[in-house]
């Protein structure tokens, strides 16, 4: 069955930098665009950044310049590298991978930025 297991995160000062990762299984990982999402409390559930099969990737505005998204099909793994941590980026951070007929989603990995 597919399964999407991350890694990564924790606590991070204003600044800082944390690499997340998504180990894919379960489904042929380089033919999907792959997603990555972020919910904090009292805020809604918000795209982050999203690669293609062909690796053209797209950003949620609060984030351009500063969060990669990258995958390695070789690994079958997605990654997001935030560099330039703001305390509003806080959140539980998903990756995600949907077909027409069925959605995924990882565990969930906390990133908390805090002096």
């Known amino acids: 069955q597919v399964q999407l297991v991350q890694s990564g995160g924790g606590l991070v000062q204003p600044g800082g930098s944390l690499r997340l990762s998504c180990a894919a299984s379960?489904?042929?990982?380089?033919?999907?665009?792959m997603h990555w999402y972020r919910h904090s409390p009292g805020r809604e559930r918000e795209l982050v950044a999203s690669?293609?099969?062909?690796?053209?990737?797209n950003y949620g505005d609060s984030v351009k310049g500063r969060f990669t998204i990258s995958r390695d099909n070789a690994k079958n793994t997605l990654y997001l590298q935030m560099n330039s941590l703001k305390p509003e980026d806080t959140a539980i951070y998903y990756c995600?991978?949907?077909?027409?007929?069925?959605?995924?989603w990882g565990q969930g990995t906390q990133v908390t930025v805090q002096g």
């Open positions: 995600n991978v949907f077909s027409r007929t069925w959605i995924h």
């Open positions: 690669i293609s099969e062909t690796g053209n990737t």
């Open positions: 379960g489904f042929s990982f380089s033919d999907y665009a």
